[in-house]
């Protein structure tokens, strides 16, 4: 995106249009997400700590304000969310000079057509093998190329979960050498202007 758009509406919609792309399109900066959400401390007493990680931005509704990530059914991000399902994603685009930090609510499926319908088309792909592992993620290895137990049969789809996030705010942040722009916009798309 050459052109430097200056109506809150239009960006609103070109964050959209940006997120959808980054599905599609390898390299592209908002493909991977920062999800941040809050894990329990070390230590009892203490209060929550934030935790995060990077997922791929899979599929993206902009209707529905809608963003879908998949994950391992085991993995201890999927406690924190259901703890506390109000999360915060962040990603940057170099090519485009916009952060996006997301407020979201996020729900999780591990079964029902949502699921099975994602996974019938992933299984046959390599990626597939992360969602097979017998070991959970996180799990304590002797050595750190540990060989596993036999994954189970690929028609398996035991690990496999889906996230979807609904988008409850955007906070969109752009560099630029002739003045650097933040708008914050909500649940409605309904944007206002904010010191960067
Ligand atoms: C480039 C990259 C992409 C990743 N994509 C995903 C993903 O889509 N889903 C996922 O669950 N983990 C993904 N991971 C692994 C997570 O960052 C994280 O290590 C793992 O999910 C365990 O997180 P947890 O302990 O917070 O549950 C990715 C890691 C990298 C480096």
């Known amino acids: 995106m050459t052109e430097r758009l200056t109506s809150l509406d239009r960006i609103h919609a070109a964050c959209w249009q940006e997120l959808e792309a980054a ?8 493909r991977l ?3 941040a959400s809050l ?5 009892a007493g203490e209060p929550p700590v934030a935790d995060v990680r990077t997922v ?8 529905a304000r809608q ?26 685009s170099p090519a485009l000079s ?7 609510r996020l729900t999780v499926d591990t079964d ?3 699921v099975s319908s994602r996974w019938a088309r992933l299984k046959m792909h390599p990626s597939a093998q992360d969602y097979l592992s017998p070991l959970p ?8 190329a540990q060989q596993a137990p036999p994954a189970p049969d690929r028609g398996s789809r035991e690990f496999f979960a889906v996230i979807f996030a609904t988008v409850e705010r955007i906070d969109w942040l752009e560099l630029h050498a002739e003045g650097h722009r933040r708008a914050v916009f909500d649940d409605h798309g309904a944007g206002h202007w904010v010191t960067p």
């Open 56 to 63: 791929v931005l899979r599929e993206v509704q902009a209707d």
């Open 23 to 30: 599905t599609r399109t390898r390299g592209h900066g908002w």
């Open 112 to 114: 029902g057509l949502g």
């Open 33 to 35: 997400l920062a999800l």
């Open 67 to 92: 963003l879908v990530i998949y994950t391992d059914s085991r993995s201890p991000k999927l406690a924190q969310i259901r703890s506390q399902p109000q999360v915060t994603a962040m990603c940057w």
């Open 137 to 144: 993620p996180g799990a304590a290895l002797d050595t750190p």
């Open 39 to 43: 894990a329990p401390p070390d230590h």
């Open 98 to 104: 916009w952060q996006l930090r997301l407020r979201a």
